[in-house]
């Protein structure tokens, strides 16, 4: 793989910094990746190889690309952290053929024109927002960890423009009433490898740190909300494994939320009525309605108002088309073991506040989607709970063997 023709244009509306990404051992056809904001914004962006190669780095490892040779300089310390996600990554996935070389020259000096600014992902969710609300109460206004900025990027996540104006909508008024400012991001980095996947796996947590230093001469920190409290941490492409490693002399990256379980998030923006009237988790941005971003219905939407009716706030979050949760809805919910968790620690708070139909409920669920129902299931259960579920692990080796 080859990152070449480094460049910044602008125009009264947009600015936009480009690269080519031209693959060597993969078939694809080479890539103008791009990270465009508007033109106010253009001072932010950085003319550097940095954003290329933190966009480029997991792709090139999955196609098998034997190199990553980049034009101009690189941060030496960013080059050196990005040995080590490689090394996760195969560890985790048993991808690429070693190690992708990166072939660039380090950096000798700082870039003079690098930001100072504290800055975080901001996508509306209940990750995003409680990292920035821990952040607020955590650092006095003048520390340079004290977050000034938030930014959305559309390209990853909501890839419909009339969806994601919906979501930006939102999101200024959020920054308003929060005292932030919004910096909005276009990219389309993941071009280079599209599949779902990949992006769960590999590709979410670089693809914001490239965003990230795509904004470098802006902010000198950038803060990514995690998904998971280390107890559940798992290989997944957003991982304290990770995000910190695209880490550069000039630009750290923070990842938060590794001591808090997901309904200690929620507590977090539960007696925060900004919060409250913003809060965006949906998966189905098909749904979305200008002021209205949340079904009500999904999974994550449930889930989440299930942790507000645990906190005593559900009443006071205007934002979801419907409030009204039964155990039917609860029963048809597709639990897969990553959001099992999330689930798992609602029983008790929620029958310790009266809803004991919706404690069961979950517990329900929670027994079906493992497996364990019925006789057998009791065994399974005893096999999750005090072995860790080691003759399971145990029977699937022997399963494979043969």
């Known amino acids: ?78 080059l050196e952290n990005l040995e080590v996600v490689q ?24 870039h003079d024109t690098g930001g ?37 990027v559309f390209g990853l996540e909501v890839e419909d423009e009339r969806s994601f104006t919906y979501v930006l909508q939102s999101l200024v008024e959020l920054a308003n009433d929060a005292d932030f400012t919004l910096i909005p991001v276009s990219s389309n980095v993941r071009a280079l490898n599209p599949n779902w996947d990949f992006w769960y796996n590999a590709h979410m947590g670089p693809a914001l740190c490239a965003v990230a230093h795509a ?65 965006r988790v949906c998966n189905r941005p098909d749904t979305y309605r200008p002021g209205q971003l949340n079904c009500g219905e999904c999974e994550k939407c449930v ?8 906190l005593g706030s559900l009443d006071k979050a205007p934002v979801f088309l419907r409030r009204e949760l039964s155990e039917e809805m609860i029963a048809n919910l597709y639990m897969p073991p990553k959001v099992q968790p999330y689930y798992e620690e609602l029983v008790a708070p929620l029958t310790a506040i009266g809803r004991a139909d919706l404690g069961l409920a979950v517990k329900r669920a929670l027994d079906h989607a493992r497996g364990e129902t019925g006789i057998r299931g009791q065994f399974v259960k005893f096999d999750r709970t005090h072995l860790n ?11 494979r063997s043969w």
């Open 1 to 78: 793989m080859r990152i070449e023709n480094i460049a910044l244009a602008k125009d009264d509306t947009k600015a936009r910094l480009s690269a080519r990404v031209t693959w060597e051992e993969s078939a694809q056809p080479p890539c103008d990746v791009y990270f465009e904001t508007e033109s106010s914004n253009a001072d932010a962006l950085a003319v550097l190889p940095d954003p290329f190669l933190a966009a480029s780095l997991t792709p090139a490892l999955w196609a098998g690309e034997k190199r990553i040779r980049v034009e101009g300089e690189v941060c030496p310390e960013l």
């Open 87 to 110: 090394r996760v990554l195969a560890h985790w996935f048993s991808v690429g053929n070693g190690a992708v070389s990166i072939e660039a020259s380090p950096r000798p000096r700082l």
């Open 116 to 152: 100072s600014r504290a800055a975080f992902f901001c996508s509306g969710g209940l990750d995003s927002l409680a990292a920035f609300r821990a952040n607020r109460l955590a650092f006095p206004p003048d520390h340079p960890r004290s977050i000034k900025d938030g930014i959305i």
């Open 215 to 279: 904004l470098g001469r802006r902010i000198s920190s950038a803060t990514v909300g995690s998904d998971y409290d280390v107890p559940h941490l798992m290989p997944h492409g957003s991982h304290p494994l990770i995000e910190p490693n695209f880490s550069s002399s000039a630009l750290r990256i923070h990842y938060h939320g590794l001591t808090m379980s997901r309904l200690a998030k929620a507590r977090l923006l539960a007696d925060w009525p900004v919060a409250l009237r913003h809060l």
């Open 303 to 310: 889930r989440t108002m299930l942790e507000l009716v645990a």
């Open 389 to 399: 579920s080691g003759l399971g692990a145990l029977k699937r080796a022997f399963a």
